[in-house]
């Protein structure tokens, strides 16, 4: 026999076009959860964003395809009742649910549905009254605000998070009146550039404005989040974009830009540091903090986070969002993607959110309401040298200034430029500096007296620029080794011979790959130090030789 009634009779030939690509989008996304042997309350809720259903809904769902043979026509949903008035009750029996929900269910003593029910029978009995069906007393659970429920019934704890995301925050109107900023594993593993073998997860730090939804920058990273992270994601967020574009090789439109007045951030080690406090004190920037045992009042930046993530998850090499779902799919062996080439495809799929509706805009687009809000208020200031900017930015150290310049762990700094200053070193104190971790070839000391950064490279010009990592692995070398005492000429040799060991290693570690990766960050400049400048002309007596002006020679990073 080629056909079967029963197969008729669920509907794989009897059912409307509708519904069958409904139940076909529902075996996509429910087939998926019943293969996980626990659906998490988070994978519910991502499904019922999807389907566009309630969380309960998807485990009924996922019930009925474990329950059937996993075919789509188990998940066809139900015909309509007839319109509103199909499955309206009469208005004294609207009213008893109501006042039995509102007295009954909605209490601390959490009361199930078949009790309700049954309190609902009882007073519609006393009545005269025919009692509702619990399919529809269950539809009307279904309609209360599920804030305001769980609040009742378990407590505002356990309602936090199900409340939105700015709690109890003002509301914001501006484009970069409050940003919100955090960091987050990219769930993909990237490749390195030589040999195209893996190395492991980069970092993202991502920014989000919260009037536009727009995502005015963020930084991919091997390096473990840090106040450079920050750094250097606000860098990103205030320059303006096309250039950063056309240097990565990127056709798109990118206009959000600019310096934010207010930063909201968690309250990880990072965000309170000396150098962003700093650093947004210099320029204006408040900064906010969620808080403690408060998550929720940063849930519009891990929504973007969450985005940006399933986003990912279409890449050759993605990890997934945990084990279980990843199954075993190698992750490593799928991996194609450099962290440049990784770079490119994270800022077009921005550009292209940028164009999407937005529901937390009522279905308008982050981009178009960017554009309606500048035109009004008018666009925010930006920075025009990205590098002045970020050097306020970066870590800080105090050292005191000697004869010779700075020495900062165990490596020697100088400049002519500091020769006005160490006339006079006794009355200063310590100076603050600055370095970037990526490439600690230079310093920038800041002027005691006019605040201007002074920038200051290594007092030997032949030395090669390293990195904080490398300097602090080779130290850590030396002590193993049994050096109580770390000259500069041990550590510059020991950070040799480590480049030496990870470039025959590279092939065949993933660790060395990646050091190899990280050393790439090293602007390309400073790899190869310049020549040592001719001496500078002499000074008439009595005269200050002169201070070049700061950033004169900073690069664009």
């Known amino acids: 026999m080629v056909g079967d009634s029963s197969v008729a009779d669920r509907g794989v030939l009897t059912a409307e076009e509708a519904r069958w690509q409904v139940a076909v989008r529902r075996a996509e996304v429910v087939g998926a959860l019943a293969r996980l042997d626990r659906v998490s309350v988070a994978a519910a809720d991502e499904a019922a964003v999807e389907l566009g259903v309630t969380q309960r809904q998807v485990y009924a769902l996922v019930k009925r395809w474990r329950a059937g043979e996993g075919v789509v026509s188990d998940l066809l949903p139900g015909r309509s009742s007839g319109g509103r008035g199909g499955e309206r009750l009469p208005d004294e029996v609207e009213e008893i649910v109501r006042t039995v929900l509102r007295a009954r269910y909605l209490t601390r003593q959490r009361r199930s549905v078949a009790v309700i029910c049954r309190e609902i029978d009882r007073e519609c009995k006393v009545r005269g009254l025919r009692p509702p069906s619990r399919s529809a007393v269950q539809r009307r659970i279904g309609r209360l605000d599920p804030v305001k429920t769980v609040a009742a019934r378990e407590g505002q704890g356990a309602a936090r998070a199900r409340r939105p995301a700015g709690g109890v925050a003002p509301p914001v109107e501006g484009v970069l009146e409050r940003v919100q900023i955090d960091h987050t594993p990219a769930d993909v593993i990237v490749v390195d550039e030589h040999h195209r073998l893996p190395i492991g997860r980069p970092y993202v730090t991502a920014a989000i404005d919260e009037a536009t939804k727009c995502v005015p920058g963020f930084v991919l990273t091997l390096e473990a989040p840090s106040a450079t992270s920050v750094g250097l994601c606000l860098a990103h967020m205030a320059i303006d974009k096309r250039a950063w574009l056309e240097r990565i090789g990127v056709q798109a439109v990118w206009p959000m830009s600019g310096k934010p007045a207010r930063l909201y951030t968690d309250n990880a080690t990072e965000f309170k540091s000396e150098a962003l406090r700093r650093g947004c004190d210099q320029h204006g920037i408040t900064v906010g903090y969620r808080p403690p045992g408060a998550p929720h009042y940063g849930g519009v930046v891990e929504r973007l986070v969450g985005t940006m993530m399933r986003m990912v998850h279409e890449l050759p090499g993605t990890t997934f969002s945990d084990t279980r779902e990843r199954g075993d799919y190698d992750s490593d062996a799928k991996a194609v993607r450099t962290l440049a080439e990784l770079q490119r495809w994270m800022a077009l799929s921005v550009a292209c959110?940028?164009?999407?509706?937005?529901?937390?805009?009522?279905?308008?687009?982050?981009?178009?309401?960017?554009?309606?809000?500048?035109?009004?208020?008018?666009?925010?200031?930006?920075?025009?040298?990205?590098?002045?900017?970020?050097v306020d930015f970066l870590p800080v150290e105090r050292r005191s200034l000697r004869r010779t310049g700075f020495v900062l762990d165990h490596v020697q700094y100088y400049s002519d430029v500091l020769k006005p200053l160490i006339a006079r070193?006794?009355?200063?104190?310590?100076?603050?500096?600055?370095?970037?971790?990526?490439?600690?070839?230079?310093?920038?000391?800041?002027?005691?007296?006019?605040?201007?950064?002074?920038?200051?490279?290594?007092?030997?010009?032949?030395?090669?620029?390293?990195?904080?990592?490398?300097?602090?692995?080779?130290?850590?070398?030396?002590?193993?080794?049994?050096?109580?005492?770390?000259?500069?000429?041990?550590?510059?040799?020991?950070?040799?011979?480590?480049?030496?060991?990870?470039?025959?290693?590279?092939?065949?570690?993933?660790r060395a790959r990646r050091n190899t990766e990280r050393r790439r960050a090293i602007p390309a400049r400073s790899?190869?130090?310049?020549?040592?400048?001719?001496?500078?002309?002499?000074?008439?007596?009595?005269?200050?030789?002169?201070?070049?002006?700061?950033?004169?020679?900073i690069e664009q990073w």
Do not use: C
């Open 425 to 510: 070193r006794e009355q200063l104190g310590k100076v603050v500096l600055r370095r970037d971790p990526r490439d600690i070839s230079r310093i920038w000391a800041l002027h005691p007296e006019t605040g201007e950064y002074l920038e200051v490279p290594y007092r030997t010009w032949s030395r090669p620029a390293i990195s904080l990592w490398e300097q602090r692995a080779a130290v850590a070398r030396l002590r193993e080794s049994g050096r109580a005492e770390i000259d500069e000429n041990a550590l510059f040799a020991m950070v040799e011979q480590m480049r030496h060991i990870t470039a025959e290693a590279t092939a065949t570690s993933r």
């Open 353 to 390: 959110y940028h164009g999407e509706p937005h529901d937390g805009l009522g279905g308008r687009t982050p981009g178009g309401l960017w554009a309606e809000k500048v035109a009004a208020q008018g666009a925010p200031p930006t920075v025009t040298n990205e590098a002045a900017f970020l």
């Open 527 to 553: 790899r190869a130090m310049p020549p040592a400048p001719p001496p500078p002309p002499a000074v008439a007596e009595g005269a200050e030789p002169r201070v070049v002006a700061p950033f004169e020679v």
